[in-house]
């Protein structure tokens, strides 16, 4: 019998895609080309949406260490403009700052839990594929051996060897005039304002903490982070025609003659104290591309396998744990029996434009941070544009990737109903008979939901048929003016209606939006296709 599906990389969105899968009934084997942690340090926080999804499955805590709510930022960065979020109307911009290091050692305790297994030490190396199965070829500790899996994903990061073995093209292009040194550092205490935390540098000025600081010659990054030694980043810029070649490690001078170049001044750093790892990296330049298609047959693509692009801002992983969280629910529909037509295609569908938004505001603020006269013109007006808050608004909801809206098929006539159709559930507070909860609260099972807010719950007994696979929270709420949401596992609204009471019209959208997203209904003698929890209704 094939295995259902099989992931190849134990990343982060590897770990995340496997606990979906595990979540909606479907036990992947995870295959991993190391053996242990790589020790290589890669992002330092979660920007945008991830962070409240993942508290959306009870994972925001774990990381967090607190059972508080996530709460938004009121700054953050873009392009090296620094953007006051504190005044917005709807602020999605929120931050968790932990290293990758932790979130992928949280993810793979999450997927034990789940019962996920989890394959060190096996690299995928080989793939055929028939209209039936992928057989994928695995070089493990004892040698070669082959896996027929149902659907084999792609998590194996830029270089994704899945990705070329299944033919998807990876277009895009590959700047080699950038190189960017990290470091962690020491420094002068004197140096560092008690109050602001950003670094006050004799002769030039004020560089506030944790923003890209640009300069004509290049950027500085200073973050002092709470919980170990503080990081100074530059990134300059050759021009064109110039080789980057480097035979030594970076070394801490180095780094400081960089900050010398970029800032004009001295700044006296030195090597980390305390207990690694720590940081000493230098990355000469980089990469923009999309894969051509997220699947190929019983291939698919996710996270860096997928898209690639400039670590600017951290999109990367509010990106590709969000393309899990999507393509997870699919997949194990699709391989339980229930999906209905086109369901893991709208994976593609809904993700590669998300991707595409991703790739191209990491290349815009690349330029806006290049060096020259004319990007400082270039600045000048852009700073006059972000004067305007909706400006403001619409960058921080792209940066956050909450201006995402899938289509639903129709779109409600009433306005509360519309404007919540295709984008993803707010954090309602609601009412219900055994208490007052967050919907985070709601979604840790990753099942899709009904929330009846109708007077007395009268819509409930439609879903009936569906509750194998849909749960149903009958609850009151004030806000927002709506009295029915059908939320998707991944927490995008497929149907909202307005409508007050039991009403033939509601009912028979509910039923079709029920359809089209969750299959036709378990009949006599299907097969069952998922367990309610126990009793759904609160
Ligand atoms: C310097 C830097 C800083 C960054 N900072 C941030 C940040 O602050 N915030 C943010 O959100 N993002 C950041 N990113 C981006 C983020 O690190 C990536 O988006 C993320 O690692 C992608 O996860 P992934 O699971 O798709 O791929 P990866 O993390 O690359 O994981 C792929 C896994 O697949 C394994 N693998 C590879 N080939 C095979 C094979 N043939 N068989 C089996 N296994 C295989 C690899 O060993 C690896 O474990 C940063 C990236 C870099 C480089």
Same mark, same amino acid.
């Given at each position: ?252 001078? %180095?780094? &400081?003659?960089?900050?010398? +170049? $970029? ?6 750093? #030195?090597?980390?104290? =305390? @207990? *690694? ?72 569908? %809904?993700? &590669?434009?998300?991707?595409? +938004? $991703? ?6 603020? #690349?330029?806006?941070? =290049? @060096? *020259? ?166």
């Amino acid at each position: 019998m094939p295995i259902d599906v099989v992931i190849a990389g134990a990343g982060p969105n590897g770990l995340m895609l496997a606990c979906e899968l595990a979540l909606a009934g479907v036990r992947p084997i995870v295959l991993e080309r190391l053996s242990g942690p790589s020790g290589e340090q890669r992002a330092n926080g979660l920007v945008g949406q991830v962070v409240r999804m993942l508290d959306r499955r009870g994972l925001h805590e774990r990381l967090s260490g607190t059972s508080a709510p996530p709460r938004p930022a009121p700054a953050f960065m873009f392009g090296a403009f620094s953007l006051d979020l504190a005044a917005l109307p709807d602020n999605p911009v929120y931050l968790l700052m932990v290293p990758q290091r932790r979130i992928e050692e949280m993810l793979a305790e999450r997927a034990a839990e789940l019962g996920v297994e989890i394959r060190r030490g096996h690299a995928v190396t080989g793939l055929t594929q028939d209209s039936g199965v992928a057989t994928v070829e695995v070089t493990g500790p004892e040698g070669p051996y082959r896996i027929e899996a149902r659907f084999l994903v792609g998590a194996d990061g830029g270089h994704s060897v899945v990705r070329k073995l299944a033919g998807i093209g990876f277009p895009g292009v590959t700047t080699d005039r950038r190189i960017s040194r990290s470091a962690h550092v020491t420094m002068p205490a004197e140096l560092i304002d008690p109050v602001g935390g950003g670094l006050v540098i004799p002769g030039y000025g004020t560089v506030p903490p944790f923003m890209h600081h640009r300069t004509e010659r290049g950027l500085l990054t200073f973050a002092p982070f709470p919980s170990g030694p503080s990081m100074v980043s530059t990134t300059e810029f050759l021009p064109s025609g110039d080789d980057a070649a480097f035979e030594e490690p970076l070394t801490i001078s %180095e780094l &400081r003659d960089s900050v010398r +170049r $970029v800032l004009g001044v001295d700044l006296p750093i #030195g090597p980390p104290e =305390g @207990p *690694g790892p720590h940081m000493l990296r230098r990355l000469t330049g980089g990469n923009t591309r999309l894969a051509d298609r997220f699947r190929a047959g019983r291939v698919l693509l996710v996270g860096d396998a997928a898209h690639v692009h400039s670590a600017m801002g951290g999109p990367g992983l509010n990106l590709g744990l969000q393309d899990a969280i999507n393509l997870g629910w699919k997949l194990a529909a699709e391989v339980r029996g229930w999906a209905p037509p086109g369901l893991l295609d709208s994976y593609e569908a %809904e993700r &590669r434009p998300a991707g595409q +938004r $991703v790739t191209m505001h990491t290349q815009a603020q #690349g330029v806006l941070v =290049g @060096p *020259g006269s004319e990007i400082t013109a270039l600045r000048e007006l852009f700073g006059e544009l972000l004067e305007d808050r909706h400006t403001v608004q619409r960058l921080a909801d792209l940066i956050a990737g909450a201006g995402i809206r899938y289509d639903m098929g129709a779109v409600p006539a009433d306005p509360a109903a519309a404007s919540l159709t295709g984008r993803w559930a707010p954090d309602l507070l609601l009412h219900t008979e055994t208490g007052t909860v967050r919907l985070a609260e709601l979604t840790r099972d990753a099942r899709p939901l009904l929330l009846d807010l109708t007077d007395g719950g009268t819509l409930a007994d439609s879903v009936a048929p569906w509750r194998d696979r849909v749960d149903v929270v009958t609850a009151r709420c004030e806000d927002p003016n709506v009295t029915a949401l059908l939320l998707r596992p991944d927490c995008y609204v497929a149907w909202a209606s307005a409508a007050p009471g039991p009403d033939g019209r509601q009912r028979e959208e509910l039923r079709s939006a029920l359809t089209r997203w969750f299959g036709h209904p378990a009949g006599a003698g299907d097969e069952a296709v998922g367990q309610p929890s126990a009793d759904a209704r609160i």
